[in-house]
């Protein structure tokens, strides 16, 4: 599935991320989040996944956690954001090549964004 964060007319993609509901595992697991280089450093990757938080928290009551997948080291600037949100290694360590990070749910407000960014949910961009 995949959350798509645009201008309230949609005329401009700020960016998405996809994920995926694993009922058996409790978890939902990012796939990719996606934050185009001209919007970056102004909070739309944190609005997304906060998003996904709550409307994980008021729609799946089962999910117990958000579980990033096939991070890489080599893109550690770009993980930094999932720690400064208090993902944590899996392994409680930092690898050197792929690794999983995690984070409990918890509800936490959105907070209002340079350019009122409307997300929802879609299969497309």
Do not use: W
């Not at 579980?67 to 600037?77: A, E, G, I, M």
């Amino acid at each position: 599935m995949r959350i798509v964060l645009t201008n309230k007319d949609e005329t401009l993609l700020y960016g998405y991320l996809d994920y995926d509901i694993n009922i058996e595992l409790e978890t939902v697991l990012i796939l990719d989040l996606l934050i185009y280089k001209s919007c970056r450093g102004k909070g739309y990757g944190n609005f997304l996944i906060q998003f996904l938080y709550n409307h994980i928290v008021n729609n799946h009551k089962e999910i117990k956690k958000i579980t990033l997948v096939d991070c890489t080291s080599r893109y550690r600037k770009q993980n930094n954001i999932y720690i400064k949100l208090g993902f944590k290694y899996i392994d409680d360590k930092e690898p050197d090549m792929e690794f999983y990070m995690s984070k409990k749910l918890q509800t936490k407000k959105n907070k209002k964004l340079v350019g009122n960014p409307v997300a929802y949910i879609g299969n497309t961009i």
